[in-house]
């Protein structure tokens, strides 16, 4: 496989399965702590884990549905499932956790009260920043099978995994959720003013907003329809361009859709192919590229008129792709070929 293309197959299950785990854990324990000690930060954290185990399940869901055949309705299948949920478990993020949690600070602050057993409070988020750490350390390692050389902001700006998007996103909103949750705790038991637990809850609800908005953002743009990462499509480029037959790339569409790519070609063969031989030609270049990048789901390849080989070229206007959706197949690519 090229390297370039796709540095890694991540597996996007086994960090959701982690972070769901942990994070029913984490919840039981906050709640427990918020229950027993009255902290408001405490408390704004249980609703963060609370909402994250919902979320976990919802990512889960989204990949069984993504996974459904394609049907008359849906030709190239249901692999945009996956946005879908992962943009439902933004909102949620947003609302459960954020907003509750800006809430419980406003309550605190109208209906001051003291932390009791600070310690119990304290033993309970470091455990939780402990178990949130690991599920960070498992998305982490989770992404750097797929970001390659990338930066970890280059790979977040142009990754099509939308799950590992909202896990990571989650995890780091915990560990910094929980950050302020300690100092906010351990201000309030210094100081015996409970104002600092409140204002920590109500950051906390803050970190919550603006992490899921900057999640929003992303995954709307995987919503609408986002083409192959910029490597994935220099890759294929230079597959086609290395081809004898191929005197020249018109137009290349890629379409991202959930883990599967869809890739639509416009080229010009080289003149002296008859029909017959064309047909292998298109054959031979739908193979190479499966072969290449296992991802492609769908391959639809154009040929244009061509009237001499590599040397001759010239500049050709590239036409619409036509005949998009394809017959039902037997097999996992399909043709485009002009009549």
């Known amino acids: 496989m090229d390297a370039l293309a796709s540095p890694g197959r991540p597996d996007t299950a086994l960090s959701i399965y982690y972070a769901l785990g942990a994070n029913v854990a984490i919840a039981a324990m906050k709640l427990v702590g918020a229950i027993f000690t009255g902290s408001g930060a405490l408390l704004a954290e249980a609703f963060h884990s609370v909402a994250d185990s919902g979320n976990e399940a919802l990512l889960l869901l989204g990949r069984k549905q993504a996974r459904a055949p394609p049907s008359a309705r849906h030709p190239l299948g249901h692999g945009r499932a996956t946005y879908f949920w992962s943009f439902v478990v933004t909102l949620l993020l947003f609302s459960l956790g954020g907003i509750l949690s800006i809430y419980e600070g406003y309550y605190k602050l ?190 639809f390849f154009e040929p244009v008129p061509s009237s001499g080989d590599r040397s001759e070229r010239r500049t050709l206007r590239p036409r619409r792709l036509a005949h998009l959706a394809p017959r039902p197949r037997r097999s996992r690519d399909a043709s485009l070929v002009e009549s």
């Open 110 to 299: 109208r209906n001051p009260a003291t932390i009791e057993l600070p310690w119990l409070a304290v033993s309970i988020i470091l455990l939780s920043m402990l178990a949130e750490g690991m599920s960070l350390r498992v998305a982490l390692k989770e992404i750097a099978k797929a970001r390659g050389s990338n930066t970890l902001w280059r790979w977040f700006r142009e990754t099509r995994h939308s799950e590992l998007i909202v896990v990571l996103g989650e995890d780091v909103a915990a560990v910094c959720g929980l950050s302020v949750a300690l100092a906010a705790v351990a201000m309030s038991v210094v100081t015996k003013n409970s104002l600092y637990d409140a204002v920590g809850s109500m950051l906390i609800g803050v970190v919550l907003i603006g992490v899921a908005s900057g999640l929003a953002i992303e995954i709307k743009s995987l919503l609408i329809g986002e083409s192959a990462s910029p490597r994935t499509r220099r890759a294929i480029r230079r597959v086609l361009n290395e081809r004898e037959d191929i005197v020249e790339v018109v137009k290349l569409v890629t379409m991202q859709h959930g883990e599967y790519l869809v890739v639509a070609i416009q080229a010009r063969l080289k003149s002296s192919l008859d029909a017959a031989a064309m047909m292998r030609s298109i054959g031979d270049c739908k193979h190479a590229l499966a072969e290449r990048f296992p991802q492609i789901w769908w391959i």
